[in-house]
């Protein structure tokens, strides 16, 4: 537990920020969809690791989550040009106190919620099924887009994207990285791709690295993709950093 309050101690201070990388439409790569947000930290020096599981395990990402909507949020409300994306857990994905600010600042901002992403992770089991579809419904009828992230990874469920049809979904670049070495894996990229656009009018491929990377995306149907050959995240992407600071919950 002493990893995560120290995370939360470089959140309060505001030893943390965002980073953006584009998402990008394969065919030609500069047109962007939107900007995801990716947590780094201000002062980092070499690869840097997260307690996130730990956070999870503890039902603790929830104040993260809050503080990175806000700051994306504030963005969005500075710039009209902007498109940008940014994670939740899905244990964050119920409405409650911890939404409802933000949800009644969307509902009198619609430009603003029009151009927000909420990408919902896997990696962990949303509170209950019902208040998760609940939260999806009510983020895309205020206007916003919601995106599965790293599909194929965790706990998702097909009957769940079912239910919320997202408007996208990001398929873990763990494929890519298998289809990249064998043929079957590569078929399998390829179907999943295909199920994945019965599911959602978007579909992203994560972890494209490499022209070669490119082209077996290409291959396999999708459309768009994200990866370091198209931007690395940088925390200048905006014109200026983004940093986080700590959004204690109100009763």
């Known amino acids: 537990m002493q990893r995560v309050r120290d995370f939360y101690r470089e959140l309060s201070r505001g030893q943390l920020l965002l980073a953006f990388q584009p998402v990008v439409w394969l065919p030609g790569s500069s047109r962007v ?8 930290r201000a002062d980092a020096q070499g690869p840097e690791s997260y307690p996130f599981a730990l956070m999870e395990q503890h039902q603790m990402m929830r104040d993260l989550d809050r503080s990175v909507v806000q700051c994306v949020i504030d963005r969005l409300q500075a ?24 949800l009644t600042q969307l509902r009198g901002t619609p430009s603003v919620a029009s151009r927000l992403v909420i990408e919902i992770t896997e990696s962990a089991r949303p509170p209950s099924t019902g208040a998760a579809i609940e939260f999806v419904l ?10 599965i992230d790293d599909f194929g990874s965790g706990l998702g ?7 919320t049809r997202p ?25 999943l791709v295909q199920l994945c656009k019965t599911l959602a009018p978007c579909v992203i491929i994560e972890g494209i690295e490499t022209e070669a990377d490119l082209a077996l995306a ?20 905006l014109g200026a950093s983004c940093r986080l600071r700590d959004r204690p919950l109100t009763a």
């Open 167 to 191: 408007d996208i979904v990001k398929i873990d670049q763990g494929y890519l990285q298998r289809a990249r070495l064998e043929t079957n894996s590569a078929q399998t990229l390829g179907h």
């Open 218 to 237: 290409t291959a396999c149907g999708s459309e768009w993709g994200q990866g370091y050959l198209f931007g690395r995240p940088r925390a200048d992407a």
């Open 33 to 40: 969809l939107y900007q995801e947000g990716l947590l780094r």
């Open 79 to 102: 710039d009209e040009h902007l498109r940008l994306g940014c994670n939740i857990s899905a244990q964050s994905a119920i409405i409650d106190t911890f939404w409802q600010e933000i």
């Open 157 to 163: 469920t097909l009957e769940f994207i079912r239910k």
């Open 138 to 147: 009510c983020l895309r009828e205020l206007g916003c887009r919601v995106a």
